[in-house]
């Protein structure tokens, strides 16, 4: 049931409910609020309706026993740090469709150069090896690229030595370890390094042309290559 009070001296009736609301003692309306928060009432349109509740307090409060507007404002600052936060969050999402957009254009000027990307295969034609590389996270004291052929066959191992941390391009002849020329084809690569006498991290690359670029189901552009795969963009270890 809902009550009333008579406040001030020249009779004005205010309802409990709205008495209750304006003090934050209306658990309902407190429900509500927090209700219409969830469902989507914009930080603006609660703003002006904390500022409406508390414009009817003071116009219609006692002068003698006034009522307690600390919560009313307390309330209000929470709205205006909420709306704050969703200016900042569209500023954000603003900044963020720019710099995606400027990722595209970048992807694009990348049509038809070779890159390296993560890969474990090269391949040999006319005496020639294709491109790839290693990338480490840490400087190695040693560090050896493993050459298998298609039955899985250990036919090289490329010694490089001593390498500092990020991207190696390796320059090879294709030979086995005996110096012969191997045979035209696609071969496996794998990569061992070592910091005294423990494996370190090493990723092979594989050197490929880039053939279009595509939209990711995560909206950032990726790097159709000429081997078949697709990268990132921030996948790209190297343009040669």
Known sequence: MTTSTTIGNNGTTVSQTLLDTMNGTNSTASSTTSTSSTSGTSATDLQNTFLSLLVAQLKNQDPTNPMDSSQMTSQLAQINTV???????????????????????????????????????????????????????????????????????????????????????????????????????????????TINGQQATATTLTGATVQSVVMQSNGTPGLVLSNGSTVALTGVAAIL
Not at 121 to 132: D, E, L, N, Q
Not at 153 to 180: E, F, H, M, R, Y
């Open 83 to 193: 709306s704050g936060i969703s200016q900042l969050n569209t500023t954000l999402s603003s900044l963020a469709t720019q710099m995606s957009a400027g990722q595209q254009s970048q992807a694009a000027l990348l049509i038809g150069s070779t890159v390296l990307a993560p890969g474990s295969s090269v391949s040999v034609a006319s005496g020639k090896s294709g491109s790839f590389g290693v990338q480490l996270a840490n400087s190695v004291n040693d560090l050896q690229v493993v050459v298998k052929n298609s039955a899985g066959t250990i036919v090289n191992t490329i010694d490089l030595g001593k390498q500092s941390a990020g991207t190696i391009p390796v320059g090879w002849t294709p030979t086995d370890s005996a110096g012969n020329t191997l045979p035209d084809g696609t071969y496996t690569i794998s990569a061992v390094g």
